[in-house]
């Protein structure tokens, strides 16, 4: 990963640990041949920066999908609010400023490719086989069934389903991305990967 992907990425806000983010940005430079890598979840652009440094270097394409007004948990009074992206004249959650000047810090503007909308009105279009899909939105447990049922199944034979924050002690991580990670072991579509951290990896059989 080149040094200002880096720099930006360690820089940015947000909630990936720096081995998850090396795996990611390898996965996506050895399956962004097969597409776009999809992101559900960028916040303010730390998994960005590795993810899309990655599809760069595979000679492929980032896309960013994020509604930009944040989880449940992120919203006022919740415990990972953050007031710098309190957007007071419209009341809401705005992180959108922020993953444009991470992207811009990581020389990532010109080819990132930003959707900015709720991930099921994006699913529900979808037809484009993937690269790589990395599952880190919502994560209520509707929130992350909706995001593996709108995407995974778009994953090219040979590409990756990655999911943030697997936590199979329930003392220590919500239950909604375990759950769809088990869901998605369950269809007989995928095989494990080496888990990196809470990062759970999946590769689409052939
Ligand atoms: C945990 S944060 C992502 C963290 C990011 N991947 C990082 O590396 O820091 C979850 C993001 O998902 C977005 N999100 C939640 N529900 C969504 C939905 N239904 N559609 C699109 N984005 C959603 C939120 O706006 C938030 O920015």
């Known amino acids: 990963m080149d040094q200002r992907a880096l720099d930006a990425a360690r820089h940015c806000k947000g909630f990936l640990d720096e081995?998850?983010?090396?795996?990611?940005?390898?996965?996506?430079?050895?399956?962004?041949?097969?597409?776009?890598?999809?992101?559900?979840?960028?916040?303010?652009?730390?998994s960005s920066c590795w993810l899309g440094a990655g599809a760069c270097a595979g000679g492929g394409v980032l896309l960013c999908l994020d509604h930009h007004r944040g989880s449940e948990e992120h919203q006022?009074?919740?415990?990972?609010?953050?007031?710098?992206?309190?957007?007071?004249?419209?009341?809401?959650?705005?992180?959108?400023?922020?993953?444009?000047?991470?992207?811009?810090d990581a020389g990532l503007e010109e080819s990132a490719v930003l959707l900015v909308a709720p991930s099921a009105r994006v699913a529900a279009f979808w037809t484009t086989p993937l690269g790589l899909v990395f599952i880190d939105g919502g994560h209520s447990l509707a929130a992350a069934q909706t995001d593996y049922q709108g995407f995974a199944r778009h994953v090219a034979p040979g590409g990756i389903l990655a999911?943030?924050?697997?936590?199979p002690n329930p003392e220590e991580g919500g239950q909604a991305p375990i759950t769809i990670y088990r869901e998605a072991l369950a269809s007989g579509l995928f095989d494990e990967l080496s888990t990196v951290k809470t990062l759970g990896v999946l590769r689409r059989r052939r």
């Open 19 to 46: 081995e998850e983010g090396a795996r990611l940005y390898d996965l996506a430079r050895t399956r962004a041949h097969l597409g776009p890598v999809l992101e559900i979840g960028s916040y303010c652009g730390k």
């Open 163 to 167: 999911i943030h924050d697997l936590f």
């Open 76 to 104: 006022l009074g919740e415990g990972y609010h953050d007031p710098d992206l309190f957007d007071d004249a419209a009341g809401r959650v705005d992180s959108l400023p922020f993953l444009r000047r991470t992207l811009h």
